[in-house]
Structures are given as structure tokens and as C-alpha cells.
Nanobody
Framework: VQLVESGGGLVQAGGSLRLSCAVS????????MGWYRQAPGKGRELVAS???????YYATSVKGRFAISKDIPKKTLYLQMNSLKPETTAWYFC????????????WGQGTQVTVTS
């Protein structure tokens, strides 16, 4: 299983970024997918997830600003992030899990997002 994130960078508050996660080695359409983030000095938190049946979950802090989506033929997961805030600054990780499992078990290396005020 390989998950490769891209799309992070430096952006001003109020701006947008779209993160991508290229997936290989699994049946992408049959898996739950998620985006986690880890801010400096904090634990890893789930930002958004999408199930194999396209049920979407968002953390309260990002509802209405972030959107998770997937392109099954391209085997790519996306996270569109709008109205970015300085507290959005973190490493963002793509993750996947078998739908029968409670925890995400495969992770990418992460992509860094820095939002300046």
C-alpha cells in the first residue's frame, strides 16, 4: 500500500489549497479514506473522511470550509481547503482503512501546510 500526498505549501490566511493523495496497492473504491493533521506540539486529529459508500465526515473546526472527494479512476483522494486560518497550519496525512476495521492503518508521509496571517 502506498499513499503519496502533495499540494501543501505556504498560503496567506483566507486563501485556498487543494491537497492530493495518490493511492496504489489497494482497491481504492472499496476502502474508507481520510485526512488527518498534526499541528506543532499537538496530537494527530481526523480532519475529514469519506467512506467507500461516499459518506463524508468533517471535524467541526473545518465544516463548511473543507471538502473531501475522491477520483476512483485516478485513485486519488483530495482535500479542498478554503478560507484557511493560521491555526490550520499542520502536517496533513492521507490514511486508509478496510471498512471492517475501526482504525486507519495505512498512512502517507504527509504534506506540510503553513498559513500566515
Amino acid at each position: 500500500v502506498q499513499l503519496v500526498e502533495s499540494g501543501g505549501g505556504l498560503v496567506q490566511a483566507g486563501g485556498s489549497l487543494r491537497l492530493s493523495c495518490a493511492v496504489s496497492g489497494i482497491d481504492f473504491s472499496a476502502r474508507d479514506m481520510g485526512w488527518y493533521r498534526q499541528a506543532p506540539g499537538k496530537g494527530r486529529e481526523l480532519v475529514a473522511s469519506i467512506s467507500n459508500g461516499d459518506y463524508e465526515y468533517y471535524a467541526t473546526s473545518v465544516k463548511g470550509r473543507f471538502a473531501i472527494s475522491k477520483d476512483i479512476p485516478k485513485k486519488t483522494l483530495y482535500l479542498q481547503m478554503n478560507s484557511l486560518k493560521p491555526e490550520t497550519t499542520a502536517w496533513y496525512f492521507c490514511a486508509t482503512r478496510d471498512t471492517q476495521q475501526p482504525k486507519f492503518s495505512n498512512w502517507g508521509q504527509g504534506t506540510q501546510v503553513t498559513v500566515t496571517s
